[in-house]
């Protein structure tokens, strides 16, 4: 995240605790009768002291051997039952808990798979790693032990000083003095405790993001050799969290140490009482036995405060760091957004990649006109590979009116396409006032064309193109995909009728054939898309398409990653192409193979192709000129060099650019 950690939210432990309630109440039965279990094991423990009375004023004082040896078999049955009891209740409560673990994980993780991309910008990953492993973990041994525990322990303690007060009034109210300090021990603990258990949290949060990246850069680390510097930054985090922990530690066993101590002077003090008063009389042997068995079988239940508090905070603030990523907004959907394609030829519901999409048809000129530019360019087929169409109208430098009239259009439908009108958009961390990325964006890509974008670095290429699948929502105006605002439409529709291959490949740890079927498509569209892509070193791998690629792909090289993220794309044979200059991490022998390739694939796909070569921009019917976040010419590539020096200087790689051309960057 960008402010590292979350804010901590003022909110009680208990508070926090309770929102786990909707998962925990599917298995209410078995918590509450794991429960009922331990209170009845526990409160056999209480019927221990009241047999040593029995036999110490009973067979002892009456020197009766054999009622000892009775009152022995009492005392082994009531320890085996006690042990049962409370294994009985372990058992009752292991399975529906890693249910409860792994529901919530689940839950954790399809959520963050729902949430914007802004989020994850936002995010450090090892703070939701944590979430997802350590915190979790945490709440299934809360649930387990301290939540059944601390109602156990309490009414343990309960009946345990009724039975005190009922042998001996005096002495359990000796026993009861400690109570008041102990309460306000307990509250400044809790608040104390509650704080540092957090910090610690969060650096295990921090320390997770470090390894992984350390993991995921070894090569970056290695090749620099800064393997020492990021051991040092290892190790400052790691002395971090153990100062930390350490201030736990210390808190935790000051608190062990006073609730230690006030109960045993406590039973100190009424030993010396109760010891008084069985020699004037007034008490028997056997009841001062049973009193001091009694109080010191309630040690435990008042010593265990400490621990079982100390869990609970570190499991509130689990539960709050959970909560906290599951409070993010996922990505909202528009009210009444469509599911069917606004052309009609995919049914509601339907999988937008199921089947092969049929090429789209040529568009022809009205009845009786002659063949114009508009029909030219609408006939990708009809052209000789690299070819580029005439263009009906100049490129107008100047960022005048780019979009072509309807009467130049002829019988092309003004709406078909994508269309991006008036599009602006800034990020949402961006700050008030601050100018936005893109600005103002009119540009209309005909169906059956390919537009190529160029721009200079930090122009906003990559966002223009983040924002036809919706990877970021628009900050004013709209994007429309064949007259339909994509903002009315599911998101789940929208990216399958929209394919996209971005500037740097991702491969998940999987098969090759599993990740460029992650585009769609049948076995025999997987073998087309790694033949336009390229791609046919896969054939040669040990299980060929079933070779496991390795975390993030690295066991590939970086053409390689990228031929196979280039077939993802075009695999499903979507409507619509979005390419994030698919061809930068390729030699120029294989790069003009898939461009050869490409153009076959262009011509039945609607494309955006970001562009940073001209290779790649003659694969284009047109090129749009992305300038300070703003389209500023729109045209063929030979007019663009022929009319625009920002954009020649682009395509010429020289050091030198044009003095004319310094303002349109």
Known sequence: MSET?????????????????????????????????????????????????WIVDGPVAEHDPGGVWLGALYLLLLGLAEAALFGYRRWLVARPLARVEAEMRADLYRHVQRLPVSFHDRWASGQLLSRGTTDLMLLRMFLAFPLTFLVVNAVTILAGFAILLSQQWSLGLVLLVPVIPLVILCSLFETRYSLVARQAQDQVGDLTTVVEESVLGIRIIKGFGQHRSQALAFRELSRRLRGTELAKARLLAGLWGLITTIPELAIGAALVLGTVQVADGDLSAGTLVAFLSTALALRWPVESIGFLLAMSQESATATARFFEAMDAQEEAEAPGASTSHPSGELPPGAPQRAAPLEPLEPLEPPRGSAPGPASAAASPADRAPGALP???RSSNAGGAELLPAGAELGAVDQAAGIRFEGVTFRYPDAADGSAPVLSRIDLHIRPGETMALVGGTGSGKTTLTALVPRLHEVSGGRITLDGEDIAHMTRERLRGLVSVAFEEPTLFSASVGDNVAMGGGSPDDLERALDIAQAQFVRRLPQGVDTQVGEQGLSLSGGQRQR????????GRPRFLILDDPLSAL??????????????????????VVAHRPSTVLL????????????????????????NAEYAWLMSGADDRHDEGEDGR
């Open 5 to 53: 950690h979350a804010a901590i939210k003022d909110q009680s432990a208990t508070r926090s605790l309770l929102r786990l309630w909707p998962y925990v109440r599917p298995i209410r039965t078995r918590l509450f009768s794991a429960a009922f279990v331990a209170i009845v094991a526990s409160c056999l423990g209480l019927v221990i002291p009241l047999v040593l009375k």
């Open 564 to 571: 196979l993220a280039l077939a993802r794309a075009v695999v």
């Open 620 to 643: 284009a019917d047109r090129v749009a000129l992305l300038s300070e976040g703003r389209i500023t010419a729109v045209g063929t590539h030979q007019e663009l060099l022929r009319s």
């Open 390 to 392: 005439p263009e009906p």
């Open 587 to 608: 030699d120029v022998h294989t790069e003009a193979l898939v461009e050869a390739a490409l153009r076959r694939v262009l011509q039945d796909t609607t494309a955006l």
